[in-house]
């Protein structure tokens, strides 16, 4: 194994990590955006206000995106495992 091959690997290993938890980490940044200016219009400075609709928020992500994030995943593993005979040999 060369250590370009390790170095594809782990940049190919980084992007699917990215790509799985971007829309989670979107809709929590989208959601927070929203609760703090309505605590910054309201002058409500709680600071737990924002953790069940970001919590919620999420979770409501995880169960749309979900599938795809699996499907994702399985595709990656699939796609390493398949090549592993060619990178020992």
């Known amino acids: 194994m060369t250590p370009e091959t390790v ?13 799985l ?7 929590a940044l989208a959601v927070g955006l929203v609760v ?3 605590q910054a219009a309201t002058q409500i400075n709680e600071a737990t206000l ?11 992500t995880g ?6 994030m699996i499907n994702t995943m399985v595709d ?9 005979p060619g990178m020992v040999g």
């Open 76 to 84: 990656y593993m699939r796609q390493v495992f398949t090549s592993i």
């Open 21 to 27: 938890a971007a829309p989670l980490l979107l809709v």
């Open 7 to 19: 170095m594809s690997l782990t940049h190919q290993a980084m992007q699917i990590a990215l790509l």
């Open 50 to 60: 924002s953790f069940i609709p970001k919590l919620l928020a999420v979770l409501a």
């Open 63 to 68: 169960v749309i995106a979900g599938p795809w």
């Open 36 to 38: 703090s200016l309505f």
